[in-house]
């Protein structure tokens, strides 16, 4: 079993100001149900974590960087606050919060300061120590995929150890991949294809199968990202580490999202107000 995640967090957020000058854009909420199936607003943050959590994670490192503080304040159970909602009678709140809190404290949730915004790539090597020698997830705090039971999970991880890959991450067809690292491969079972190629941002895209930033490697990521030289802007691109892997031809393999399964991005205005829209409408599977 794969126990350790970990969530990059660090960003500066600069496509989605001024909303994200004070506040990280990956605690900008979206909607949820609550069990009983009223309307809920919960940073995307804590769906993320509760996702990694009900699907059995229980070592969270969460990547910060300056200004990030609100992330460890909001990860740091406030009993006095349930008592707080108690007292008011708002008791299904409570009992909703008291149940964030207690899956908080029964898990190892560490913080990592990411001093400066100098890429993904950079961010996911600052959590070496973290990982040690074992294999890991990373989930992007500001990208999400809701499934029924979390299955899209259970899929990444099982084709991480089916398939003896060395690194597993989704994909998904998408009309315009111009701004998302893109790959080229061939198919090798339902919706898995094994990896040839991996272009970040191309102008003249080689596939429409444009990465989601969750990703399971094994430790031979940090070599790679290690070995990843600086781009134009000084930030050391993820996807420029997993192209060293494909030409050393280590095993990598893409899962494409089914078709019940949706992809949440808040990266920019437009996707979070479709990530709204699609959250308030989502009824069955996402409570």
Not at 92 to 104: C, D, N, P, S
Not at 190 to 198: A, F, L, P, Q, R
């Amino acid at each position: 079993m794969i126990k350790k995640g970990v969530i990059p967090a660090a960003g500066l957020g600069t496509r989605l100001l001024f909303a994200t000058k004070e506040q990280p854009k990956e605690m900008l909420p979206i909607f949820t149900r609550s069990v009983n199936g009223h309307l809920r607003l919960k940073p995307l943050l804590q769906v993320i974590f509760e996702e990694l959590y009900d699907t059995g994670f229980r070592e969270l490192c969460f990547i910060v960087g300056r200004g990030k503080r609100v992330v460890e304040d909001f990860f740091t159970p406030d009993d006095a606050f349930v008592e707080y909602l108690k007292r008011k009678k708002k008791f299904e709140l409570a009992q909703e919060l008291a149940q964030f809190y207690r899956k908080i404290k029964d898990s190892a949730v560490i913080f990592i300061n990411q001093p400066e915004p100098r890429g993904f790539g950079d961010a996911v090597y600052n959590v070496r120590s973290f990982t040690g020698q074992e294999a890991f997830l990373v989930h992007a705090g500001d990208d999400l995929i809701v499934s029924k039971n979390n299955n899209h999970l259970i899929r990444l991880v099982d084709a991480y150890k089916r398939y003896n890959a060395d690194v597993a991450f989704f994909v998904e067809k998408i009309k315009d991949p111009t701004k998302y690292g893109v790959i080229v491969g061939n198919k090798v079972g339902h919706n898995i294809y094994k990896v040839d190629k991996v272009v970040e941002k191309p102008l003249i895209p080689p596939s429409n199968l444009a990465i989601i930033a969750i990703y399971i490697f094994s430790p031979m990521i940090f070599q790679a990202i290690k070995k990843t030289q600086p781009d134009e802007n000084d930030e050391i691109q993820l996807t420029d580490a997993l192209q060293q892997l494909v030409e050393q031809k280590s095993n990598i393999y893409a899962i494409e999202l089914n078709k019940d399964e949706k992809r949440i991005d808040i990266g920019t205005p437009e996707s979070y107000w479709k990530a709204l829209k699609t959250t308030y409408n989502l009824k069955q599977i996402f409570n």
